[in-house]
């Protein structure tokens, strides 16, 4: 018995051909505009901000969308920004100081709950109680170095003179404590510093090279490493600062102090997105370990603080935030992952903070991907904290 099979006329598929190019036409014109849209916005608050340059991110599900470059890396030079351009991190340092812990929680190596002293000999009286758990969460009471209101903190920390390892301890041991570890919330500098001094110890490695080997180099990152001033660094953009209204190169600070564990990081947004793939796996730490690190740190009256280990929690809309703002040395930069939508946004820029504001061209960005995510202030309900290095 003979198959009888449908024919296809040359007009049907004449058709279908149509109707599928119609379709991508559409998808790009949506693409194009969605682009244009998002342009606009960026130069605009550049624009306000007097921001020289910045690099914009856009992932979803740990996939990069969109990577541009906006103004100028190096004003001097006439260089414009690129994605492959490097900044620096500020803060957003902290979060791989806090997943190099974890790695060596999760070794067995470090335990959240083990007391500092354990780590450091000759700790304070008023330190009995700082545990590892506080330095990664800013409830250990330790001050802020770079805290200019404080006089104790002028008189032992000179931001353009160099210190060891050592000599930065003993300076911070002589820091009275603003309360009780545990008890309050306070952004703290050196609680970071102190917790890649104790990774130094643990390991016997650098906290730098430390991040390079677990962290960095098995996620590709590498255009990520430590800052230093005097190596070449392709792609390297200048940091800047606003003088009564004109652009000033940034100020000096001594090489050792930019290289502490509280954020001294060059990288670009390109790096920055492999990480944030990364954050969706279990390549570093574990699921349960990524949680942990962002769940709200609970204080001892039992209340809750929205930040975790190295990030700020929140939620826009009702939409779960996961941030953190960075800055130091004329840079600023904002990394926000809106978690329930798999949607990241990433802004670095080359202008102090204060004029600059990377977090509201991240939010802004986010709100034009994702209209659920609009506000009119363009910033999270909670956990919107500024905190630089």
Not at 214 to 219: G, S
Not at 359 to 365: C, T
Request: proline share 4%.
């Amino acid at each position: 018995m003979e198959t009888v099979r449908p024919r296809v006329s040359v007009n049907m598929l004449a058709g279908l051909a149509l109707v599928a190019a119609l379709f991508i036409v559409s998808r790009l014109a949506a693409q194009q505009d969605l682009d244009a849209r998002v342009d606009a916005f960026v130069e605009a608050v550049r624009g306000e901000q007097k921001v020289p340059g910045l690099a914009v991110a856009v992932l979803r599900d740990g996939k990069l969308v969109r990577a541009k470059g906006y103004g100028l890396a190096n004003i001097e030079l006439d260089v414009p920004v690129k994605p492959a351009t490097i900044f620096q991190t500020g803060s957003v340092g902290k979060q791989f100081t806090a997943t190099a812990v974890m790695i060596l929680v999760q070794e067995g190596k470090v335990g959240l709950d083990d007391k500092v002293s354990k780590y450091f000999t000759g700790t304070p009286k008023a330190w009995k109680d700082i545990t590892v758990r506080n330095l990664l969460t800013h409830t250990s009471g330790i001050p802020d170095y770079t805290d200019t209101k404080k006089t104790k903190a002028k008189e032992l920390f000179n931001f353009r003179a160099d210190y060891t390892e050592d000599e930065l301890y003993r300076r911070l041991i002589q820091m009275p404590l603003d309360f009780e570890p545990g008890t309050k919330w306070q952004y703290s500098n050196p609680g970071y510093l102190l917790l890649g001094l104790l990774i130094h110890k643990v390991t016997g490695e650098f906290y730098g090279d430390f991040l390079q080997e677990r962290i960095f180099r098995p996620l590709g990152m590498s255009a990520t490493r430590i800052i230093s001033e005097e190596d070449i660094v392709t792609n390297r953009s200048s940091g800047y600062r606003l003088v009564k209204g004109d652009i000033k190169n940034q100020e000096w600070v001594s090489p050792t102090l930019n290289t502490t564990a509280d954020g001294a990081l060059y990288t670009n947004v390109l790096d920055l997105g492999k990480w944030d793939a990364a954050l969706y796996t279990e390549k570093l730490i574990s699921k349960a370990n990524l949680a942990l690190m962002w769940t709200p740190v609970t204080l001892r009256d039992g209340k809750t603080y929205p930040y975790g280990f190295g990030w700020f929690l929140g939620t826009v809309n009702g939409h779960r935030l996961i941030q953190h703002d960075g800055a130091w040395q004329g840079f600023t930069m904002n990394i926000s992952r809106y978690v329930d939508d798999k949607l990241t946004v990433i802004v670095m820029t080359n202008l102090e903070e204060g004029p600059s504001e990377p977090g509201k061209i991240a939010h802004g960005v986010a709100g034009i991907y994702e209209k659920q995510l609009a506000a009119d202030s363009h910033s999270p309900d909670e956990g919107s904290l500024q905190a630089s290095q």
